[in-house]
């Protein structure tokens, strides 16, 4: 049974009734963030039941000694992991003396979370009886600045219902924190710093190893019914903690109400000896604008997001919903502003997998921001791949590759692999041909060929040095295998000839030999300089092509598919139509010995080839694989369902499109995997973006031109979306009985909508 507390609603978040065992969930479900930083929903005030804390700062890690029971060579050093930082929203208070708590109040009723996604804020309100009897509502409204991105804003407000009191407000700092999946409860950080400066404060510490310097600061003003109280603050200071109290008798019915302004300042951006100075900067721009106005550049910068990232689903509100909480989150996460920064799976709603790197960006991501987004966001992402280059070529050389052949993390912060589930995802090699795959995807939408000389073309040299390296020559078969391999399905761990693996491998030689001689003939400065720098020559790019050329692929000509590696016809093939409902997830119920003896899928791995090479193969082959893997595939990644929402749409399955589209825009929100407390899933977020343009909208670039092929499910009466499409935007209206495809920012644009050409001219929208 999945979760279902979660009020339906178009534009918002909406959590009704104060429930305990919802609160880990919602802290995750009810997150904020702005690309620098991001938070849980964690309560301002003492909350002494169950919560899982944590406030993260973008591109602030740790490496945590990888813990493993048996050491062998090639181990990472580290298991790296975006680290909670310190704490800045703490507001507590005392109410005639009584110390505030939800966990202990005799009654708390009319309970509502607001996570207001249109307009990037989030509220929370009640009325409650403390266990003194004291009668109150409270509000509490919070967000991350888009406008200034290292300041948050909270405005909690008190008001007595029955009688007068007095309130102390403790306005805190605290850096006295931890991390919930520390490896050897070792200390992340080191405070050095406490101080108090009039109506501000700052902690100034730094990341262990790391040794990344932040201040975290904060500044308060108090309010009786909207007009200032001029007050200042008495201060309490230890070695982690500053707090600033504030004291006012209330009458009752009056409201009293801290604005709170709190944020990071890090040395990645500033001299780490002027941060308090910096901070004092960020404070005076907040403060001068105060709670309101900074809501309002809030509510603009939204406006502006959604403008263009927005999709629009009519007669289905649940639908709705969970399209925008993804794209909220999306946009919450990674703006693109620094190529230093990526998109970890969980983004700043939990610890789980470190915060860090995986295949997902370049995999799922990239096409998010190419079309919501202008060209130099994606850029940033690939270009965060070049300037991991040297460290993926040294990763390379610790398994024991050598002259430049490079292999991008399965997992990294920095471009060091950096993994604890060492033994299951070390194999996944396939993550290299997910980077090569990212610029050709890059290329073929943006038309800015410009990265591949300046920075692409190293990249896909060093990919296929490892491809050539990595491939056995099978004397038996004549043809070259890849053994000892995860293929995308971590279910089957080690196996021999993962068919997605070898199609990559083959792929990514034969594109990088192809961009090779295409830089050679338009740009022969860049050519000149690269093979300088990589020394490649003409017979080794012989030996890549011979690998390619003689590239093996398990294949059953009985059922006429590929195999999802050798020996996967050996299995019990039991589709997962007749499992017992009681034994799944498989991956809580089963013990991994099983699962490996198993045909079961976690997600797609022959169809992530399809889905990325859908032009190689016909659509009947397309369906042959679809119909044969699917029943196998139980969808215990978070990744799995988009891809096979897209898939089932081309097919035209569109009762499965359409469940398959649910279970991935309602992960979350639903709780599917039963794991929401611990984050979100961030990077198949962007796959729910791709579920509806690649899917429903059949969006797909061919012969150089934009395409469509637009399908609407039976439970939705309209559906719009919009894409920057190399400068060009273009508004795509579905309903059951027409599309509409209109134009902005370029006179016209020749695209293709069912095969056929049409052109598009600006202020005139095309009737199909």
């Not at 699962?595 to 659509?619: C, M, N």
Request: with cysteine.
């Amino acid at each position: 049974m999945n979760q279902d507390y979660i009020k339906p609603d178009p534009w918002s978040i909406i959590e009704e009734g104060f429930d305990a065992e919802r609160v880990k969930s919602s802290e995750s479900l009810f997150s904020l963030g702005n690309g620098a930083m991001g938070q849980r929903a964690n309560f301002e005030e003492t909350y002494t039941g169950d919560t899982f804390q944590g406030s993260y700062i973008a591109g602030v890690y740790y490496p945590d000694k990888t813990r493993v029971g048996w050491w062998k060579n090639g181990y990472p050093e580290y298991f790296a992991k975006v680290l909670n930082a310190p704490n800045w929203i703490g507001i507590n208070f005392t109410i005639n003396g009584e110390l505030f708590d939800l966990n202990t109040c005799e009654s708390v009723t009319d309970f509502k979370r607001e996570l207001n996604m249109k307009e990037g804020w989030y509220c929370r309100s009640f009325n409650s009886i403390t266990s003194n009897g004291n009668a109150l509502n409270i509000k509490s409204t919070r967000f991350l600045s888009l406008a200034i991105d290292e300041i948050g804003a909270i405005r909690y407000e008190i008001t007595p219902i029955e009688s007068d009191v007095r309130i102390d407000f403790e306005s805190y700092l605290d850096s006295g924190i931890t991390n919930e999946d520390s490896n050897w409860d070792d200390k992340f950080w080191n405070t050095t710093n406490v101080e108090s400066q009039g109506k501000s404060a700052f902690v100034e510490a730094h990341t262990m190893k790391t040794n990344i310097a932040t201040c975290t600061f904060m500044q308060s003003e108090l309010f009786l019914d909207n007009a200032l109280i001029e007050q200042n603050p008495t201060v309490t200071e230890k070695d982690f903690f500053v707090a600033h109290i504030y004291t006012h008798n209330v009458k009752k019915g009056q409201t009293i109400a801290l604005h709170k302004f709190g944020g990071y300042t890090v040395s990645s951006n500033h001299d780490a000896t002027q941060l308090i100075q910096a901070a004092k900067s960020v404070l005076k721009s907040a403060i001068d604008l105060g709670f309101d106005a900074l809501l309002k550049k809030q509510k603009q910068a939204w406006e502006k997001i959604w403008s263009m990232s927005d999709i629009t689903i009519e007669g289905d509100i649940k639908a709705q919903q969970g399209i925008r909480f993804n794209i909220f989150h999306l946009n919450q996460t990674y703006l693109g502003k620094d190529s230093r920064l990526n998109i970890g799976p969980k983004g700043f709603t939990g610890e789980k997998y470190g915060g860090s790197t995986y295949w997902d960006t370049e995999a799922y991501c990239i096409p998010f921001y190419m079309a919501t987004k202008n060209q130099d966001v994606a850029r940033n992402l690939l270009t965060y791949r070049y300037n991991h280059l040297q460290k993926a070529i040294e990763n390379a050389e610790k398994l024991g590759f050598s002259n430049g052949a490079a292999l991008y993390p399965m997992v990294t912060i920095n471009g060091e692999e950096c993994h604890n589930e060492w033994e299951i995802t070390f194999e996944e090699i396939h993550r290299n041909g997910a980077i090569a795959f990212a610029i050709f995807n890059y290329v073929r939408y943006t038309n800015d060929y410009s990265y591949v000389p300046e920075m692409g073309l190293e990249v896909l040299i060093g990919i296929a040095r490892f491809w050539q390296q990595r491939a056995t020559l099978s004397a038996e078969k004549n043809k070259y295998v890849i053994l000892g391999v995860t293929g995308p399905n971590e279910y089957e761990n080690n196996v021999n000839n993962n068919w997605y693996t070898n199609y990559l491998a083959k792929w990514c030689i034969d594109f990088a030999t192809e961009q090779i001689q295409k830089v050679k003939e338009s740009y022969a400065h860049d050519f000149d300089r690269i093979m300088g720098k990589t020394k490649l020559i003409d017979s080794e790019i012989k030996l890549w092509k011979q690998v390619a050329d003689k590239m093996y692929f398990p294949y059953s000509e009985t059922k006429g598919i590929y195999l999802q590696q050798d020996g996967f016809l050996d299995k019990e093939l039991i589709t997962v139509s007749n499992l017992n409902t009681s034994e799944r997830p498989i991956n809580q119920k089963w013990s991994w010995d099983r699962i490996l003896r198993s045909p079961y899928i976690k997600q797609a791995d022959v169809l992530q080839g399809f889905y990325f090479f859908e032009d190689h193969f016909s659509t009947d082959e397309l369906e042959k694989h679809f119909n044969f893997y699917e029943p196998f595939t139980v969808h215990e990644s978070s990744l799995s369902p988009c891809v096979h929402s897209i898939q089932a749409a081309k097919l035209n399955k569109m009762d499965q499109a359409y469940t398959f589209y649910l279970r991935t825009s309602r992960l979350d929100l639903d709780d599917y995997n039963k794991e929401v407390e611990e984050g979100l899933h961030i990077t198949s977020m962007a796959g729910t973006w791709m579920s509806i343009v690649e899917g429903f909208g059949g969006m797909r670039i061919i012969e150089n031109q934009l395409s469509f092929e637009t399908k609407i499910p039976k439970e939705w009466d309209a559906y719009s979306f919009k894409i920057n499409f190399r400068n060009s935007i273009i508004k795509v209206n579905v309903s059951a009985s027409k599309s509409v495809f209109e134009l902005f920012g370029t006179p016209e644009l020749q695209i293709l909508v069912n095969g056929s050409p049409e052109k598009l001219i600006s202020g005139k929208p095309l009737h199909v």
